[in-house]
């Protein structure tokens, strides 16, 4: 199973970016998706994620600016990001969680930079 994240770069603070996550391989039954970031000298945390049946949770920092959502014929999640700040810059990483093992699969990671 390979996860491909794409859609990070460079965006000045109040600009917008999609990222989008696809898998690819058997994997038959997603239950949890979602995006983590790491930005430097930090510690890699959750953002958001969602569930298989829509139910979905979002860090305190990105609430109503961040929004996840999934296609589960495609194998692929999203995220939206709106009004961008510099502290949202850091390489975010996609997931996903096999239903039937609990295993979690991650992408390679995808920088995202918020700067004038």
């Known amino acids: 199973v390979q996860l491909q994240a794409s859609g990070g770069g460079l965006v000045q603070p109040g600009g917008s970016l999609r990222l989008s996550c696809a898998a690819s391989?058997?994997?038959?039954?997603?239950?949890?998706m979602g995006w983590h970031r790491q930005a430097p000298g930090k510690e890699r945390e959750v953002v958001a994620s969602?569930?298989?049946?829509?139910?979905?949770f979002y860090a305190d920092s990105v609430k109503g600016r961040f929004t996840i959502s999934r296609d589960n014929a495609k194998n692929t999640v999203y995220l939206q990001m709106n009004s961008l700040k510099a502290e949202d810059t850091a390489v975010y990483y996609c997931m996903m969680r096999n239903s039937y093992t609990g295993n979690d699969y991650w992408g390679q990671g995808t920088q995202v930079t918020v700067s004038s």
């Open positions: 391989g058997s994997i038959f039954s997603i239950s949890l």
């Open positions: 969602i569930h298989t049946g829509g139910f979905t």
